[in-house]
């Protein structure tokens, strides 16, 4: 069983930053790739940023250019690096781990952005 547990979220303003963490229970390598997602109120969950095993990156075109995805293979953490933050970036962010075709999940940790 793979555990995932976030961390850093967090009350900040507009224009300010924070990272977030995402502890793997497993040598991260092990899995195909690894991803953050985010689910606001009333809203669907969505894809923020993922990185592969080989170490590809993929944002959503609100991600870009504020937020950066990287990981520390020692200590099996992939962290979110979220600058620019808008009041539009407040929700739960969730940490994904993908192997095959099984998916884990966090638990979630809340940002939430003041204007």
């Known amino acids: 069983q793979v555990q995932l547990v976030e961390s850093g979220g967090g009350l900040v303003q507009a224009g300010g930053s924070l990272r977030l963490s995402c502890a793997a229970s497993?040598?991260?390598?092990?899995?195909?790739?690894m991803g953050w997602y985010r689910q606001a109120p009333g809203k669907q969950r969505e894809l923020v940023a993922a990185m592969s095993s080989g170490g590809n990156t993929r944002y959503a075109d609100s991600s870009k250019g504020r937020f950066t995805i990287s990981r520390d293979n020692a200590k099996n953490t992939v962290y979110l690096q979220m600058n620019s933050l808008k009041p539009e970036d407040t929700a739960v962010y969730y940490c994904k781990g993908e192997r095959g075709a099984l998916g884990y999940w966090g638990q979630g940790t809340q940002v939430t952005v003041s204007s």
């Open positions: 497993i040598n991260i390598f092990s899995l195909n790739a």
